[in-house]
Structures are given as structure tokens and as C-alpha cells.
């Protein structure tokens, strides 16, 4: 065959397909997530992500030394407070001695800036209910998300997160002006510096199904009437575009994996880093089926976190991220 062009060439080695990769992971590109939990003196398996763990205070800090070690820049810590701590407002979450800002603050007491430390910012792991809000009566008997409520939580639950020493808040129940109000109270409390990582694009995911139990929540229902239809798409960039108005400093699609087109439409017009979140539900189908043989468990990691990087993720919440780091370093 007289081919002028044969694209074989430029597989034909490893070394020469790293020279012409299009994109490439860095450990500095991972955010390993973290579940902190209350009233417990060891770190506790999650049955429905093998592998990941609730953590005591104490049992993170070495974690979070280990991500460091690997080249990883930047966590999101989660807490889980006691059930007599909930309540319908979630009031918890912005309590200096609450596990979330105790976790915080230990990890900036012992790492100061050597690692982003990046707090979620929502109420559904603190409520009774297990939504992202207090819930008020629609008046047509139905239970609702008060809209605006909930940004009034979510403000003070930041500023609670900056006192504790959060260098970034990520707002994630997806309550309209939610960013807008949480900048001026932050700004007004004298955390200008603290930066916002809006959950722009949160869809109302089947893939958050591990999640609820990593943090005991109570939740049932759905929360479709305040997360995104996972059947739409423009409604993202709107979404995306509202939040880098009122003052986002990143923005994020959440779930990664089955969203991949909105993670490329939010990169193609996003005048902000794009994050993107490898969600429980990812990870479990992964590790189930690595369990069962019937994948290679590190190549589908792998290419599952370069197919993300690939879309237009500038950084990737995962909870594989440290390993991955140290799977790169070597």
C-alpha cells in the first residue's frame, strides 16, 4: 500500500506516544475528597465504596500528608456529625465545634498552605430530612427547599468554613443567587481572599447513590425540583453563566463521567477553571467491577480520569486521586 499517511507511526512506542499525548494527567490536577465523621475513634469502612473510609480527625491528617507527599494540591473534606447534632435546619454545619470546621481547622493548623483545603458548603449531611435546605410548606401541602433560606445558611456556613481556615468554599445545593450572597458575606467578613468553587452544573444524579451512605444521610425522595434534569444541557451554561457573574472564582460539573459533553460545553465558554467531580456512584461501579475481574481496575481509572481531563476538566474531584498521584510518580 503507497500510504502517505499512517497515524501507526506515531503509536509505535510508549515514549513516542507520550511525546505526541494531547493531554496529560498532572497529580497537581487531583483533589482528593475526604469524608470526616463525629463520635468515632477509628476510621470506619464505607461498605458501598471499598476502599474509602469515614475519617477521625486524627486518622486524616496522615492521609492528607500521603496525598501531599504524591503531588496533590488541593482537598475536599466532608463531615458527618453525630444524629443528635442534626436538626431541620442543619444549624451544625456553621458550629465552630462542628466536625466539618474542626476538620478544617486541624488540617490548616498542620499543613497551612502546603494544600488547598477546600470545604463543602451545604446542609444536606447536617438536616434531619437529608435535603440541601430547610424545607417550607409550597402551599399546596408539599414540603419544599426554601430557596432563600438556604442561601441565608449557606452564608453563614461559609464564613464559619473561613474562620476555621478554609482557603476555598463550594457551594453545591445549586439555590439560585446563592454565589452573589455568599461572596458579600464572605468580603464582609474579611475573607476576600477566601475563593468560591461553584457547583454550577449539579445534576440530580442516580450516581450520588454511594454518597449518602458515606455520610449516614437520612434522605429520601428526590431533589429534582433544585438540581439539574439530567436531561438537559443549555441549562448548564446558563447555570455556569449566572455563577461566573456573581462572582465565581471555579466552576464545576457534577457528575464527571456520564457528563462529559457538559463538562466540554462549560470549558469552551467558562472565563474560569472548570472543575469536574468523579462521583460515588463512578467509583463504586468501578471497584465492584475490578472485584469481580471483570476489568483491569488501574487502566480504567486511568482512562476514566483522562477521559474527563480530555473534555475540558482543569481539575478532577476524585477519590482516587492520591493513589493515581503516586501511580504517576512512578
Known sequence: MELVRRPRRLRSSAAMRELVAESALRPSQLIQVFFVRD??????????????????VESLLPAVERAIAAGVRAIDLFGVPLDDDKDETGSIAWDPDGILNRAIAAVRDRFGDD???IADTCLDEFTTHGHCGPLVDDGRGNLV??????VEAYCRMAVSQARAGAHVVSPSGMMDGQIAAMREALDRAGFEDVSILAYSAKYASAFFGPFRDAV???????RMTYQQDPANVRESVLEVQLDIEQGADMVMVKPAGSYLDVVRRVADMSTVPVAAYQVSGEYAMIEAAAANG??????VVM???QSIHRAGADMIL???ATEVAEWLNN
Do not use: C
Open 39 to 56: 463520635g468515632i475513634d477509628s476510621p470506619q469502612p464505607i461498605a458501598s465504596m471499598p476502599g474509602q473510609v469515614q475519617h477521625t
Open 115 to 117: 494544600v488547598v483545603v
Open 303 to 305: 482512562e476514566s480520569l
Open 145 to 150: 427547599v426554601d430557596n432563600d433560606a438556604s
Open 294 to 299: 471483570w476489568l483491569d481496575r488501574k487502566r
Open 318 to 320: 476524585t477519590y482516587y
Open 216 to 222: 449516614g444521610s437520612t434522605f429520601k425522595g428526590d
